[in-house]
Nanobody
Framework: QVQLVESGGGLVQAGGSLRLSCAASTNTVRISDMGWYRQAPGRQREFVATITTGRSANYTPSVKRRFTISRDIYANTVYLQMNDLKPEDTAVYYC????????WGQGIQVTVSS
């Protein structure tokens, strides 16, 4: 069983930065893509960013040029550097790993105050 553990969330003022981390508890299976989704109150879960093993990244348009996804292949960890945060970025952020089915983290709260 693979577990994903997220860290780095919290409360920040608009314009501030946070860095999320997500570590997968396995060294025996090969992880394909890793990434992040988020879910704001009363809204559906939405895609944020993804990164392949070759470090090719894709982002939802609303976070491009503000968020950067990266990964440490050897540590099975994915990161999300979030800059210039806006109140509309407030959500629970979920990381995922494709192994080959999807595994999900428990979610971590990010709150951006105006």
């Amino acid at each position: 069983q693979v577990q994903l553990v997220e860290s780095g969330g919290g409360l920040v003022q608009a314009g501030g930065s946070l860095r999320l981390s997500c570590a997968a508890s396995t060294n025996t299976v090969r992880i394909s893509d890793m990434g992040w989704y988020r879910q704001a109150p009363g809204r559906q879960r939405e895609f944020v960013a993804t990164i392949t093993t070759g470090r090719s990244a894709n982002y939802t348009p609303s976070v491009k040029r503000r968020f950067t996804i990266s990964r440490d292949i050897y540590a099975n960890t994915v990161y999300l550097q979030m800059n210039d945060l806006k109140p509309e970025d407030t959500a629970v952020y979920y990381c995922y790993a494709l192994i080959p089915q999807y595994y999900w983290g428990q979610g971590i709260q990010v709150t951006v105050s105006s």
